[in-house]
């Protein structure tokens, strides 16, 4: 799943800074390092498909696209696990709630077949969801085609999480019951997710895929949503465990069906966490670069992201947290 580009356009939360100003003054040379017990996190795998699993179809199974709402859901599961109070009517551990968070979410997925105005040289999409082979169209030359071209808008994450869960957490009708609060922001600093981790937050994290040149990670197009556990702190570099919805896959292989621990390094750059890990394959980060037509056939370009991980070590930019915050019962 993949950030939608107008995501990283966003300015960063002035507070934000503000917190780490303050956060420096106390900050020592010593390492510093918050986390939440592994164990109280869900572990669901956004490769599980069928009755009992993904089953969302936006026009095709939303399974390899699906790590946003896979992502938040294995983070609300360390909230109802941590905490003693009740929290959500139903088990969240389910992909019934994956399927309810990916549909408020907007989650997609789709095929398609790309071709080339002969004339020039434009690039146009044509809906391949039924499969079988491309058609010919006069002055046009088929190029290829893309598979699993979708993901969750940024901006939906939040408002689809928001709008789903207060359906959960009836707390102002269930007595004893604790209320849950939402926070984002854009480019977090490592003092802020310490901070969340240290107030036992669900913590979600935003990765946009980027390129390592001369020392800079520079933005390649597409991102993943994974769930943070830990974090380590040493001034300027750190390390960071993730739970990572794809999970264990292969090159020949789509997501996997349970979620895997990944420990990710960062150092700062230019104010943002640049980091670098070994993910699995994951079938959706580079984002589609050329025009498309508005005329039938041809739909316009996609708008999110696809390409091919084939699971070797990626770098990447966090530009985007969400923190989901169990918070006082009534």
Not at 14 to 38: D, K, N, Y
Not at 105 to 119: E, K, L, R
Not at 140 to 151: E, I, R
């Amino acid at each position: 799943m993949k950030i939608h580009a107008n995501v990283v356009k966003c300015r960063a939360q002035a507070w934000g800074s503000a917190v780490l100003a303050m956060l420096s003054m106390v900050l020592s040379a010593r390492s510093q390092t918050a986390s939440e017990p592994l164990s109280d996190f869900g572990t669901l795998g956004q490769g599980t498909t069928g009755v009992n699993g993904i089953n969302v179809v936006n026009g095709l199974n939303i399974s390899p696209n699906a790590c946003a709402p896979t992502a938040v859901d294995n983070g609300l599961t360390f909230l109802q696990n941590y905490f003693a109070a009740p929290i959500f009517s139903q088990n969240v551990n389910s992909y019934a709630t994956v399927n309810a968070l990916a549909t408020a979410m907007g989650t997609a997925n789709n095929n398609y077949w790309v071709y080339q105005n002969n004339g020039n040289g434009q690039l146009g999409y044509v809906n391949a969801n039924g499969g079988g082979v491309p058609n010919a169209y006069v002055g046009f030359t088929y190029v290829k085609t893309l598979l699993n071209v979708g993901g969750t808008a940024g901006q939906n994450i939040y408002s689809g999480t928001t709008t789903y869960v207060p359906t959960i957490n009836p707390w102002q009708t269930t007595p004893g019951m604790a209320p849950v609060s939402y926070g984002q922001d854009f480019n977090p600093t490592a003092s802020l997710l310490y901070n969340d981790l240290k107030a036992k937050d669900a913590v979600e994290l935003g990765i946009l895929w980027g390129n390592n040149q001369a020392g800079q990670i520079v933005p390649s197009g597409g991102g993943h949503f994974v769930t943070l556990q830990s974090i380590t702190m040493n001034g300027n570099t750190g390390t960071m465990n993730i739970i990572d919805p794809w999970g264990a896959s292969t090159l020949a292989g789509g997501p996997g069906t349970t979620a895997t621990k990944v420990q990710l390094t960062y150092t700062v750059q230019n104010g943002v966490l640049a980091i670098t890990g070994t993910f699995g394959k994951d079938a959706d980060t580079i984002t589609a670069a050329a025009a498309g037509f508005n005329t039938t056939p041809f739909v316009t370009a996609p708008g999110f992201a696809f390409g091919t991980l084939n699971g070797q070590t990626m770098s990447g930019l966090i530009t985007l947290v969400y923190r989901f915050i169990k918070t006082f019962t009534h």
